[in-house]
C-alpha cells in the first residue's frame, strides 16, 4: 500500500486526536469530582433486604474505563493499515497513560478513593478492550456495565461480598490491586491479536 504525504500525517496526528483529547478532560472531570463525593453510598440490593455500601468510585470509573478503550478504536482502519511494529503499540500508550493520568489525579485530589478507583478503571478497561476484540467496538460496553451493575446490585448477601463482586468492593485488598492491572494488561495484550 502507497502511502501518501496526507496519510502520513494523519499517521502522525493520531496520537493528540479523536477522543484522546475528550478524554482526557473527562479523566480530569472525574478525578475532580470525586473529591466531593463519599467515599462510599448505600445501594439497595436486589435479592436480599437491606443496602450495601458500594465504593462511589464505580459511579466514575466504569463508564471512564469503557470509555478508554474508544482510544484504541483510532485511527480509521485505512490509516491504521499502515502503521507496523511499536506504532501499533503507541495506541495502548493511550489507553495507559488516560489510566494512569485519572489515577495519578485522583491519588492528589481525593486519596481516599485511590484504592476503589484503581481496582474499577483498570478492571473495567480490560474488560472492555476483551469485549470490544471479540463483538467489536460498539458493543465494547456490555461486559463492564452489567459487571459493574450487577456487583453493586445483586453482590452482597448476608453482608459479605460474593466472589465476583469485586468491583464494588468499598476495601480493595492487595489480590485485588493486584488482579486489575493483570486483567488490563491481557487485555492489551489481547487486543494486539488478529480476530
Not at 25 to 41: D, E, F, K, N, S
Not at 103 to 109: I, K, N, P
Not at 125 to 149: C, D, F, K, N
Request: charged content about 10%; overall charge positive.
Amino acid at each position: 500500500m502507497s502511502t501518501g504525504p496526507d496519510q502520513r500525517r494523519r499517521l502522525r496526528l493520531w496520537w493528540i486526536t479523536g477522543w484522546f483529547g475528550p478524554l482526557a478532560v473527562l479523566c480530569i472531570l472525574g478525578a475532580t469530582l470525586l473529591r466531593w463525593l463519599p467515599v462510599q453510598i448505600p445501594v439497595p440490593q436486589l435479592l436480599t433486604p437491606g443496602e450495601a455500601l458500594v465504593p462511589t468510585a464505580l459511579l466514575i470509573a466504569t463508564p471512564l474505563g469503557i470509555a478508554i478503550q474508544m482510544t484504541l478504536t483510532e485511527p480509521s482502519p485505512q490509516v491504521w493499515a499502515m502503521a507496523t511494529g511499536y506504532r501499533r503499540w503507541l495506541r495502548h500508550l493511550r489507553v495507559l497513560l488516560l489510566s494512569s493520568g485519572f489515577l495519578l489525579l485522583t491519588a492528589v485530589v481525593a486519596p481516599d478513593h485511590l484504592g476503589p478507583a484503581t481496582v474499577i478503571l483498570l478492571s473495567m478497561a480490560g474488560e472492555a478492550i476483551v469485549t470490544g476484540w471479540i463483538l467489536g467496538y460498539r458493543l465494547a460496553w456490555i461486559l463492564p456495565s452489567v459487571h459493574a451493575a450487577a456487583a453493586a446490585l445483586m453482590g452482597t448477601k448476608m453482608m459479605a461480598l460474593a466472589w465476583w463482586a469485586w468491583p464494588a468492593d468499598p476495601n480493595p485488598n492487595s489480590s485485588l490491586m493486584v488482579l486489575a492491572p493483570v486483567i488490563l494488561l491481557a487485555g492489551l495484550l489481547i487486543e494486539t491479536r488478529p480476530r
